[in-house]
């Protein structure tokens, strides 16, 4: 039939599921749609299905849905075939002689089955080899001509599709999300002057200063090599060896041991180029530059002890979360900013801008902010897409350049070599969601799995038999050339200095951004740094270790030594000398930028997870009131019964339970709220997860609302008396509902409430 021969390849229908090819942003209303994935009370009976999560919300598309299109694969009402397109009568049986027989060699299809299953997996990345992505587009703010030629910033309002990877750095592609970890940033800029990948993290800063010395960390914060522990995780002893003996670290460190290192979610993190960059203008004149993202959702984090549980309860927290929020059309925004500034201020900075250990606080340089990054749509195949994304440093266009950033050298040459074995060979950039949407000729030939069917008898250049083609583009700020037909064009920086390996002056101090960082923190954020640097350090087995990480932590601050070494029950030693005595003098020595709390996001609750406990005999108005409410502000209401499914209320109605006290601990919410109705309060109070429940919102800061006989759980569950004096425990009834649901709103969307922090309190919580 004409279905099974169609000489279509891809999938036809496809297009229609992500609208229109050109429509580069969301539908009108799409990023308003409440991410109700439950179902709503008023409607719950036994009958009906869950909402499907976003349904209404078509994803907003981009010129890579085109682009895709040709490896769409489309099987609705196709038969199975083999790779070759040969149709299979039977995928459940080998080809025996005999029903009892031997299996013959002659059955391909068996074989080529077995084999391509056999050949399914590639080795994952080095590093960063557990993450997650999705499609989108960035949109400038405005032209930026007068510093860059870069295509993503030629006009106002220019639109450019992005892939976007979020990722860890340590731990093997099956590893848990909530990892204490730097967490990669990594964007792929399809431009219609060639792709352009902006590689960064989530800390804007890094341990090393030089290339050499990479290798080094990774194998040191990897699983230890004779036994393969610990996954994921940097609280082991050759950790801490490395960097004690690389006080350069020390920077990088204070914002790993933060909480940082635990971010409530992928869109919840800013993103750092950390490198020093060059912009070029069409005239050729430079300017420095340093790369910023920051999430209009704010920057939040878990503690510790919900990082930990979380990775129990659902390892892929994060994957999940973005996953969701774009499936719902709340697709997460960034603010793309630049600190720019000219070789001669960065002469004149305390601290050497080519050195990757160290920040240029925003009161120095302050960020401008010329565009906005909007993640739309999640991938069609994880593997296909976020496993082959190739991001490489190396892929730059005409108006970006590199500085002579050491580190930032050896990752120009590092991660294209690492796709060739990673994806296979040369033509990685071939894998389609690799492939740039400018047009790409040249006479580079050949290899494993190449893709192009490059025509004609001429590879090479010059030629005559092609006219010539393809010809040399030439310098885009040549003033013969017709301005931005031109080819990428490196910086022309003067270099006359003697071969040598060493590092300029600059480079030898590291503690003064260490102390900036930590002096930058609010109370509680210091707490959490002093917890997360006695906790790594108490599990490092060698005490020389963990007395010379004390002894460089001491010309951080000496109070901070002095508490983790308390903790560690061991004396504190004396400050590790320093490799430089007198430094210059730093220019700011408290930045609020660079405390979390500078960030906390426009999104109200938007997004937040909040659990409404629910069980036989609960009171139904008020449960219905704030459900509605919350969903209508965009919160993401979840029915958490004892177990899944219906129940009936004290006045008949039935309320679905979508997740069970047993299958989601409190830990996966940002806010609880406990119902009225005196037997329900009871039958509640006996199950054995509700207390533990209770008690893990309570000391993750999180908010409650206990509603009439609800209040009782809070007692049970031994909060503590006078608990409702605490910010964010809420009681109301019936009388004080309507007055008091703004204010849960409200407390929600603060995220948690340091003021009830265990950690402030007792250091050695
Ligand atoms: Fe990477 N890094 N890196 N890195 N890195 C890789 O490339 C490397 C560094 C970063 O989602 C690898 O494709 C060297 C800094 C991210 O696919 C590898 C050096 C920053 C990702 C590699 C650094 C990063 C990687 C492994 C020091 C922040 C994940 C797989 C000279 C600015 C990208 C791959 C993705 C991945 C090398 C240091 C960020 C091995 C040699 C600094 C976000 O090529």
């Known amino acids: 039939t004409d279905s099974l021969v169609s000489s279509q390849p891809y999938n036809s229908n496809k297009a229609l599921e992500y609208g229109h090819d050109n429509a580069l942003t969301p539908p009108p209303g799409a990023t308003a749609v409440p991410r109700s994935i439950t179902l ?43 790779n070759q397109g040969v ?41 960063h080899a557990r993450g997650s992505g ?122 790993l041991m933060s909480d940082r290192a635990l971010p409530r979610s992928y869109r919840m993190m800013q993103g750092f180029g950390v490198h020093t960059f060059r912009l070029v203008n069409e005239q050729g004149q430079s300017i420095f530059c340093k790369f910023h993202w920051k999430p209009l959702q704010g920057t939040h984090a878990l503690l510790w002890d919900e990082a930990v549980k979380i990775s129990g309860a659902d390892p892929d927290f994060h994957r999940r979360d973005l996953w969701e929020a774009i499936e719902s059309g709340e697709f997460p ?70 500085s002579n950033d050491p580190l930032l050298a050896g990752r120009i040459h590092s991660y294209v070599d690492t796709q060739i074995s ?101 109370a509680v954020e210091k707490a959490h740094i002093t917890d997360a640097f006695r906790f790594e350090l108490s599990k490092v087995a060698v005490p020389a270790i963990r007395s010379r990480m004390l002894s460089s932590l001491v010309n951080v601050c000496p109070e901070l030594a002095a508490e983790v070494a308390a903790g560690l029950g061991m004396d504190l030693p004396d400050a590790m000398p320093k490799a430089i005595l007198e430094p210059q003098l730093p220019e700011v020595t408290v930045s609020a930028a660079l405390s979390m709390m500078a960030l906390p996001g426009e999104c109200g609750v938007r997004t937040r997870q909040v659990a409404i406990l629910i069980e036989e005999g609960i009171q139904y108005s008020s449960l219905l009131r704030l459900y509605d409410a919350l969903t209508e502000a965009g919160a993401v209401v979840h029915f958490v019964g004892p177990r899944i499914g219906i129940f009936t209320c004290a006045s008949g109605e039935k309320v679905e339970a979508d997740r069970s006290l047993e299958n989601s601990p409190a830990v996966l919410f940002d806010a609880a709220v406990l119902p009225d109705g005196n037997e329900a309060i009871r039958a509640l109070a006996t199950n054995k997860h509700t207390l533990g429940f209770i008690k893990d919102l309570y000391q993750h800061c999180k908010t409650i609302l206990a509603l009439g006989d609800g209040r009782e759980l809070l007692d049970r569950a031994g909060v503590g008396p006078g608990v409702e004096e605490n910010e964010g425990i809420l009681m109301a009834d019936n009388s004080s509902l309507a007055a008091i649901v703004p204010e849960f709103i409200h407390a929600v969307a603060a995220h948690r409430h340091p003021s009830r922090d265990p950690a402030t309190k007792d250091p050695a919580s």
């Open 40 to 82: 709503t009370a008023s409607t719950a009976t036994e009958d009906t299905g869950t909402t499907k999560t976003g349904s209404a919300v078509r994803p907003g598309t981009n010129p890579t849905v085109a682009s895709l299109n040709r490896v769409r694969v489309d099987a609705s009402d196709r038969p199975l075939t083999t």
């Open 87 to 127: 149709r299979i009568s039977d995928n459940q049986n080998s080809l025996k002689a005999g029903l009892r027989g031997p299996s013959l060699l002659e059955d391909f299809i068996l074989r080529e089955k077995i084999t391509h299953f056999d050949h399914e997996r590639i080795p994952e990345r080095i590093v």
């Open 134 to 255: 999705a499609h989108g587009y960035f949109k400038a703010y405005d032209a930026l001509g007068k510093y860059t030629s870069a295509a993503p910033f030629a006009e106002e309002g220019k639109i450019t599709p992005v892939f976007v990877r979020f990722s860890t750095v340590a731990g093997e592609r099956g590893s848990k999300d909530t990892a204490r970890d730097v967490r990669g940033f990594a964007v792929k800029f399809y431009s219609d002057e060639g792709n352009w990948d902006l590689v960064g993290n989530n800390m804007p800063v890094f341990f090393i200063q030089d290339a050499m010395k990479f290798p080094d960390l990774v194998h040191a914060v990897k699983p230890e090599p004779h036994h393969g522990m610990p996954q994921a995780a940097s609280a082991h002893d050759t950790f801490w060896d490395f960097v004690s003996l690389m006080p350069e670290s020390t920077h990088m460190l204070m914002w």
């Open 333 to 402: 925004e960034w603010e793309l900013g630049l600190q720019l500034f000219t070789e001669e201020q960065a002469a004149g900075f305390s601290f050497d801008v080519l050195d990757a250990t160290k920040l240029i606080p925003e009161e120095l340089v302050p960020v401008l902010p010329v565009g906005l990054m909007v993640l739309n749509r999640n991938p069609d195949n994880f593997f296909a897409e976020t496993e082959q994304v190739a991001f490489c440093t190396a892929h730059v266009i005409p108006g970006i350049d590199f």
């Open 422 to 522: 990673r994806l296979g060979g040369a033509n990685f950039h071939e894998i389609p969601i690799n492939s740039p949407l400018a047009s790409v000729q040249n006479n580079q030939r050949d290899g494993m799995h190449r893709q192009a069917l490059n025509r004609g008898r001429v590879a090479y250049e010059p030629n005559s038999l092609a006219g010539g083609c393809p010809f040399q583009a030439g310098a885009s700020q040549s003033a013969v050339s017709q301005a931005g037909n031109g080819g990428f064009m490196p910086f022309p920086d003067r270099v006359s200095e003697d071969k040598v390996r060493g590092k300029p002056e600059k480079f030898a101090e590291h503690y003064l951004q260490a102390t900036l960082f930590f002096n930058s923190q609010t």
